[in-house]
């Protein structure tokens, strides 16, 4: 599976970005597109995540102002961010937890797709 993510940039206090994480690959089942951050110093953390059913879960500390969704056409999944503040700042990464068969057996891991980052000024 290969992931693509993008959208990141500079964006005031309060303002929003749109990230999106396009994945490709075949014979391959995705699971799950989840989207972390990691801010200098700190380490990475779980943002949110999808599921393949359409669950979704957040942290705690994005609850209310992000939304994750997926386009299935596209194959992409969104993250979409509002109300930011300073301390969102961070490189986010997308990653897919994945399924297929690999010399007959299912196989599952994960696979990162490189980082973008997010810059709220105050």
């Known amino acids: 599976v290969q992931l693509q993510a993008s959208g990141g940039g500079l964006v005031q206090t309060g303002g929003s970005l749109r990230l999106s994480c396009a994945a490709s690959?075949?014979?391959?089942?995705?699971?799950?597109i989840e989207w972390y951050r990691q801010a200098p110093g700190t380490e990475r953390e779980l943002v949110a995540k999808i599921t393949s059913g359409g669950s979704t879960t957040y942290a705690d500390s994005v609850k209310g102002r992000y939304v994750i969704s997926r386009d299935n056409a596209k194959n992409t999944v969104y993250l979409q961010m509002n109300s930011l503040k300073p301390e969102d700042t961070a490189v986010y990464y997308c990653a897919a937890d994945w399924g297929m068969v690999v010399d007959g057996t299912w196989t599952v891991g994960r696979h990162w797709g490189q980082g973008t980052l997010v810059t709220v000024s105050s």
């Open positions: 690959g075949t014979g391959i089942r995705i699971n799950a």
